[in-house]
């Protein structure tokens, strides 16, 4: 099991950027990838972006894509989320999620064994 903990959440002006980190402990070695959902209030939680440790490739929401990176280090300690040109559409928990399982691809919620317990980003217009 890998324990998740999210931080760098906030009130943000639309036009303006955040960066969150996941810091990960426990059997992280075990992680084959790792990702980024987002949760707003009356809608399903949606993938964000996944990075796959063994290539470093990552994957995109067409949403988030172009304005949003995803990122983290060697040895799966911690996971980062730079969000740059935020509009108020973003505003949502954001959740980083951590997969053990190898997977074609991981944009799928179901695919993740272990989860964080979110930080809230807010964009005001």
């Known amino acids: 099991q890998v324990q998740l903990v999210e931080s760098g959440g906030g009130l943000v002006q639309a036009g303006g950027s955040l960066r969150l980190s996941c810091a990960a402990s426990g059997r992280t070695f075990s992680s084959y990838a790792m990702g980024w959902f987002r949760q707003a209030p009356g809608k399903e939680r949606e993938f964000v972006a996944a990075?796959?440790?063994?290539?470093?490739?990552?994957y995109y929401a067409d949403s988030v894509k172009g304005r949003f990176t995803i990122s983290g280090d060697n040895a799966k300690i911690t996971l980062y989320l730079q969000m740059n040109s935020l509009k108020p559409d973003d505003t949502a928990v954001y959740y980083c999620?951590?997969?053990?399982?190898?997977?074609?691809?991981?944009?799928?919620?179901?695919?993740?064994?272990?989860w964080g317990q979110g930080t809230q980003v807010t964009v005001s217009s």
């Open positions: 990075i796959r440790w063994s290539a470093g490739s990552t």
């Open positions: 999620a951590a997969a053990s399982r190898i997977y074609r691809d991981y944009s799928a919620a179901w695919k993740y064994d272990d």
